[in-house]
Nanobody, 124 residues
């Protein structure tokens, strides 16, 4: 049974930083690409970042503009999202996702497993 458990969300002021973590279990984590998505109230879920199985390939949603960094530690079966220079419009529930492929992807439908999400709230 695959489990993805996000942590690290919370309330932060604009301009601040947060680091999200996602601990994975139930699959061979080091073989799978991982992604982060987010969903704000009343909006569709958006792609944030993705990373390949080895970490050698990463890419980001257009809105990130160098503020976020995705990384992974295969020894700990954990993927991270470092978020800097946070803005109120970054407020959303952030979801971790895992796909049954080594190749990173930005499409939501490419991912097979999802966490429950962690709330990030950025105050102005």
């Amino acid at each position: 049974q695959v489990q993805l458990v996000e942590s690290g969300g919370g309330l932060v002021q604009a301009g601040g930083s947060l680091r999200l973590s996602c601990a994975a279990s139930g699959r061979t984590f080091s073989s799978d690409a991982m992604g982060w998505f987010r969903q704000a109230p009343g909006k569709e879920r958006d792609f944030v970042a993705a990373i390949s199985w080895s970490g050698s390939t990463t890419f980001y949603g257009d809105f990130v503009k160098g503020r976020f960094t995705i990384s992974r530690d295969n020894a700990k079966s954990t993927v991270y999202l470092q978020m800097n220079s946070l803005k109120p419009e970054d407020t959303a529930v952030y979801y971790c996702a895992e796909r049954s492929s080594a190749v990173a992807a930005s499409a939501e439908r490419a991912y097979d497993y999802w966490g429950q999400g962690t709330q990030v709230t950025v105050s102005s």
